[in-house]
């Protein structure tokens, strides 16, 4: 069965410590692993999406990396308003071409 | 990018009475759209896929009595919550992918939060 599990289930740091948000995966054949951003009472935000093991992409103070079991979300030097729910999905290959998500990461910056 | 937009941000109804959310895709055609509900601190859970033109398919579990669909125009899928109970407030979201993809990236509507009295 195609899963998604993310750790930690929330993460407090002061404003300037970079820390990293785990997603492991497991899926029948991945199409693409995907990142989001979302705040209280809105719909998640795009941020990244990943194809293969060993692709990087950045936004900002935002670095996401795959591997073939996890992938990470870096998140470098972060401000206040960094705070959100971090959510990891995935599409498998199989499926109907759902989109599968985790729980998220609780992110809490604080100045 | 892509705009999904939905409405209601928020209802109130009392328990017995039907609500419709309305999700639209504003600068793209959506052959697909999908419905997900999230309760508090949990992740989001896929209900349905709304197919323009034909029948939704629903997930395991999901009444599709309760919670018919339409999806009537390539722009436009709605939602609707028929006789909700309280244990049907919760956060629905709808989304889409642009140009007709069945891969990639979702885009999220704003949500539309139910609390049924």
């Known amino acids: 069965e195609d899963q998604v599990t993310q750790s930690p289930e929330a993460l407090r740091l002061q404003e300037g410590e970079s820390s990293s948000l785990n997603c492991s995966y497991t899926?029948?054949?991945?199409?693409?692993l995907f990142w989001y951003r979302q705040d209280p009472g809105k719909g998640p935000e795009f941020l990244f999406t990943?194809?293969?093991a060993g692709e990087e992409k950045e936004k900002e103070r935002l670095k996401a990396t795959l591997t073939k079991k996890e992938s990470f979300l870096h998140i470098t030097a972060p401000k206040p308003e960094d705070s959100a729910t971090y959510l990891c999905a995935v599409q498998a290959e199989t499926g109907g071409f759902k989109t599968i998500f985790g729980a998220g990461t609780r992110l809490f910056v604080k100045a | 990018g892509a705009v999904v937009s939905q409405h209601p941000s928020r209802v109130i109804c009392k328990s017995g009475t039907s609500v419709k959310i309305e999700c639209r895709s504003l600068?793209?055609?959506?052959?697909?759209m999908f419905w997900y509900r999230q309760f508090p601190k949990q992740s989001l859970m896929l209900m349905a896929t709304?197919?323009?033109?034909?029948?939704?398919?629903?997930e395991q579990g999901v009444e599709k009595d309760k919670f018919l669909i339409n999806h009537a125009s390539l722009t436009l899928s709605t939602l609707t919550v028929t006789s909700a109970h309280p244990e049907d407030s919760s956060f629905y979201i709808c989304s889409a992918r642009t140009g007709g993809s069945l891969t990639g990236e979702l885009f999220f509507g704003e949500g539309s939060r139910l609390t049924v009295l």
């Open positions: 709304s197919n323009e033109g034909s029948k939704a398919t629903y």
């Open positions: 899926v029948s054949g991945l199409r693409g």
């Open positions: 990943l194809y293969s």
């Open positions: 600068d793209f055609q959506a052959t697909t």
